[in-house]
């Protein structure tokens, strides 16, 4: 199937902890983003990465960073967790080669992946 | 303030009606708007995607509208099924950086 994948699906936790999520994407995309959805339900951007350039929402602590090993996967890592970080981190892709700008060509969502910090 | 307010906040119909869902911004300079279709423990799919100079856009039995001089939106779905239970999204980029400004979202519930 072609699509956006994560793991894990759920990851509880203790404050403190580092943890990594890990995302891939084989839809040939050349754009990749990270998402935090709060109990608000409102989706926040938290970086947008293609191969030339990362873009940081400059709200989202030094603790997360993306790392791409290549274009196919955006892994976010979390040091230190905090009970505030608890919330469903989405991945998502897109093909922004040749469009508008980053961001103007239809994003497509992996499943989420809900972490809980305790 | 860039901000995008949907509404109603939730909504109840029954199967094989009809329902429209309102979505106002205040993004500006507004590149392109776009619904977006959340099930529960997934991830948003999108369902239309409308630059400022287009008025409606279909998709199946989803229809979206875009108002840009008044800065509305509505997403009218036409014969509801129970698939179409989710929250749907509005979404507005704001073209000063590429942003995306997302809305909370309105829960449908379709019953039999």
């Known amino acids: 199937d072609t699509a956006v994948s994560q793991t894990p699906k759920y990851l509880v936790t203790q404050m403190g902890n580092d943890k990594s999520i890990k995302c891939e994407q084989n839809?040939?995309?050349?754009?990749m983003y990270w998402y935090k959805q709060d109990s608000k339900k409102f989706l926040k951007i938290m970086f947008s990465?293609?191969?030339?350039?990362?873009?940081i929402n400059e709200t989202v602590p030094n603790r997360f960073s993306p790392k791409s090993p290549d274009k196919a996967h955006l892994n976010l890592h979390i040091n230190s967790l905090e009970l505030g970080d608890s919330a469903v981190y989405f991945c998502?892709?897109?093909?922004?080669?040749?469009?508008?700008?980053?961001?103007?060509?239809?994003?497509?969502f992996g499943p989420g992946t809900r972490l809980t910090v305790l | 303030k860039n901000q995008v307010e949907q509404s109603p906040q939730s909504l109840i119909i029954l199967e094989g009606k009809n329902c429209t869902l309102q979505?106002?911004?205040?993004?500006?300079?507004?590149?392109?708007l776009r619904w977006y279709k959340q099930d529960t423990g997934r991830g948003p799919v999108s369902l239309t995607i409308?630059?400022?100079s287009e008025n409606t856009k279909s998709n199946g039995r989803y229809t979206a509208t875009l108002d840009a001089d008044t800065k509305q939106s509505s997403l009218h779905i036409t014969a509801s099924q129970l698939s179409d239970s989710a929250s749907y999204i509005c979404?507005?980029?704001?073209?000063?950086?590429?942003?995306?400004?997302w809305g909370a979202g309105t829960k449908l519930i379709i019953k039999p």
């Open positions: 998502a892709s897109s093909q922004e080669e040749l469009a508008g700008g980053p961001g103007y060509n239809e994003q497509f």
């Open positions: 839809l040939g995309h050349d754009t």
């Open positions: 990465y293609n191969n030339k350039e990362l873009i």
């Open positions: 979505c106002n911004y205040t993004v500006s300079p507004f590149s392109n």
């Open positions: 409308m630059t400022f």
């Open positions: 979404v507005v980029m704001w073209d000063s950086n590429y942003q995306l400004i």
